[in-house]
């Protein structure tokens, strides 16, 4: 069994910084891949950024250049360092994860999502 805990998150000023954290945890053998998605409201989710094997990194085009990604691997941890936040970040940030289990199982799974709201 696999479970994803979210950290982080909350209200921020325009202009201002928030960070995430999401830990994995449970009968890891591997971790292939892991990232946040965004949903705000009405919208549907979508990709922000994610972290694969050799720590390549893709960023939504409205994220890049502010938005950091990057990934503990001794602590099967992604964080998600959010600078020159702005309105139209505001959106329940989901961490998401496809993982091989130490009996060689596949899992993708989400964390329960952490509200991000940004204040003009």
């Known amino acids: 069994q696999v479970q994803l805990v979210e950290s982080g998150g909350g209200l921020v000023q325009a202009g201002g910084s928030l960070s995430l954290s999401c830990a994995a945890s449970?009968?890891?053998?591997?971790?292939?891949?892991m990232g946040w998605y965004r949903q705000a409201p009405g919208k549907q989710r979508e990709l922000a950024a994610t972290i694969v094997s050799g720590d390549r990194t893709t960023y939504a085009e409205s994220v890049k250049g502010r938005f950091l990604i990057s990934r503990d691997n001794a602590k099967n941890t992604v964080f998600l360092q959010m600078n020159s936040l702005n309105p139209e970040d505001t959106a329940v940030y989901y961490c998401y994860a496809n993982i091989i289990t130490a009996t060689f199982r596949s899992f993708e799974g989400w964390g329960q999502g952490t509200p991000v709201t940004v204040s003009s």
């Open positions: 449970g009968n890891i053998l591997r971790i292939n891949s």
